[in-house]
């Protein structure tokens, strides 16, 4: 089992930056994909991004790409989100886990378990 503590959120201005850490508990986090996700008062949590375990492979939602970044260190037990040119549409509480299934889309809440507390990100336009 994985534990998971999300951090780095906060107040910005539209056009900002901030990064998000995800830090694990656990020897077994070097052999998960790890997902960020996000959800907004009064709507779904949907996807943001993935990275596979050796952080060779990363998937992002189209919303995010070209703004957004995933990587990880294993030797830190960590994952990060890079968020670059902020839009309002980005406020949300930003959640990490681990993918538990793979039964379905990378993109998929479900295929994610053992979720962090989320950590709030508010873009002020």
């Known amino acids: 089992q994985v534990q998971l503590v999300e951090s780095g959120g906060g107040l910005v201005q539209a056009g900002g930056s901030l990064r998000l850490s995800c830090a694990a508990s656990g020897r077994t986090f070097r052999n998960y994909n790890m997902g960020w996700f996000r959800q907004a008062p009064g709507k779904e949590r949907e996807f943001v991004a993935t990275?596979?375990?050796?952080?060779?492979?990363?998937y992002y939602t189209d919303s995010v790409k070209g703004r957004f970044t995933i990587s990880r260190d294993n030797v830190k037990n960590t994952v990060y989100l890079q968020m670059n040119s902020l839009n309002p549409e980005d406020t949300a509480v930003y959640y990490c886990?681990?993918?538990?299934?793979?039964?379905?889309?990378?993109?998929?809440?479900?295929?994610?378990?053992?979720w962090g507390q989320g950590t709030q990100v508010t873009v002020s336009s």
């Open positions: 990275i596979s375990s050796s952080g060779g492979w990363t």
């Open positions: 886990a681990p993918r538990v299934r793979f039964s379905g889309s990378a993109s998929s809440v479900d295929e994610y378990d053992y």
